[in-house]
T-cell receptor
Framework: SQKIEQNSEALNIQEGKTATLTCNYT??????LQWYRQDPGRGPVFLLL?????KEKRKERLKVTFDTTLKQSLFHITASQPADSATYLC??????????FGAGTRLAVHP | DGGITQSPKYLFRKEGQNVTLSCEQN?????MYWYRQDPGQGLRLIYY???????QKGDIAEGYSVSREKKESFPLTVTSAQKNPTAFYLC?????????????FGPGTRLTVT
């Protein structure tokens, strides 16, 4: 079955540095990959989508890469701020409008 | 959370009781979804509906039931057959055929069964 792995350990970084989160997947070749942000006790919020034929996608301080050979996506937040502290979820699109989610990686940005 | 409401935010029930979680959206989306989230695990799909009066089982449908009588509403019933119902439940919607497959989530309902 399809499997998505995200680093279960929290990522702690200093304000101003670049945060890099990893999403690895197996047994699947998704056409699309998404990233969501989730704050404690709240629903996830969509951030970015990247297609299989796109190597990189940017939105403001966010950058996502998608390597279909390695079956991996990297999510970068540049010039990180304490307000970026949250859990970030990777999701693969499967079938029509259905997603498989990873467990997420918690990011803590310290002043 | 915009456009999707879930109620209540916290729900407490005794074991053996059925409970219904509400989900309403005003985004005019065709597709709606129910997920369950447990600590350390990804969101798991319970049921989804692509159109009114139609719905399909997701990966963990046992012990749950849904209905889709109106486009705006997709209530989830957690029955007494669900062996481990305590969890955070999230409802989502998306525009059918959307190019991004972006899903919009509600604020969630935390259900505790004792």
């Amino acid at each position: 079955s399809q499997k998505i792995e995200q680093n279960s350990e929290a990522l702690n970084i200093q304000e101003g540095k670049t945060a890099t989160l990893t999403c690895n997947y197996t047994n699947y070749s998704p056409a699309y990959l998404q990233w969501y942000r989730q704050d404690p006790g709240r629903g996830p919020v969509f951030l970015l989508l990247i297609r299989e034929n796109e190597k990189e996608k940017r939105k403001e301080r966010l950058k996502v890469t998608f390597d279909t050979t390695l079956k991996q996506s990297l999510f970068h937040i540049t010039a990180s701020q304490p307000a970026d502290s949250a859990t970030y979820l990777c999701a693969l699109v499967r079938g029509y409008n259905k997603l498989i989610f990873g467990a997420g990686t918690r990011l803590a940005v310290h002043p | 959370d915009g456009g999707i409401t879930q109620s209540p935010k916290y729900l407490f029930r005794k074991e053996g009781q059925n409970v219904t979680l509400s989900c309403e959206q005003n985004l005019n989306h065709d597709a709606m979804y129910w997920y369950r989230q447990d600590p350390g695990q990804g969101l798991r799909l319970i049921y989804y509906s692509q159109i009114v009066n139609d719905f399909q089982k997701g990966d963990i449908a046992e012990g749950y039931s849904v209905s889709r009588e109106k486009k705006e509403s997709f209530p989830l019933t957690v029955t007494s057959a669900q062996k481990n119902p305590t969890a955070f439940y999230l409802c989502a919607s998306s525009g059918a055929g959307g190019l991004t497959y972006e899903q919009y989530f509600g604020p969630g309902t935390r259900l505790t069964v004792t």
